[in-house]
């Protein structure tokens, strides 16, 4: 993704709550299948990580966004923008 698209992903966000919560538990498996099927439904989403410390916070974008395929939009305190392209099938 390049600097454009990424500016405009931004900018559509800007407007979007959160979908999906991180709660006490962390990150589980759970969550990880609700954020793909967020990511299934919209596309383009936010994911609330309150209950992680900065370093969990980090590892934790990281790895939604190896196990999901998406792209990683924006992280700003505790709200990750993420981006997976639907398939056309």
């Given at each position: 993704?390049?600097?454009?698209?990424?500016?405009?992903?931004?900018?559509?966000?800007h407007?979007?709550?959160?979908?999906?919560?991180?709660?006490?538990?962390?990150l589980?498996?759970?969550?990880?299948?609700?954020?793909?099927?967020?990511?299934?439904?919209?596309?383009?989403?936010?994911?609330?990580?309150?209950?992680?410390?900065?370093?969990?916070?980090?590892?934790?974008?990281?790895h939604?966004?190896?196990?999901?395929?998406?792209?990683?939009?924006?992280?700003?305190?505790?709200?990750?923008?993420?981006?997976?392209?639907?398939?056309?099938?």
């Amino acid at each position: 993704m390049d600097s454009a698209e990424r500016k405009a992903l931004k900018a559509l966000a800007h407007k979007l709550d959160p979908v999906v919560h991180i709660g006490a538990k962390g990150l589980t498996e759970e969550v990880l299948v609700e954020i793909d099927r967020a990511l299934n439904a919209h596309e383009l989403i936010k994911v609330r990580a309150a209950s992680l410390d900065r370093e969990q916070r980090d590892n934790a974008f990281d790895h939604i966004c190896a196990r999901t395929g998406a792209e990683q939009v924006q992280h700003i305190g505790k709200i990750f923008v993420l981006f997976r392209k639907k398939n056309d099938e």
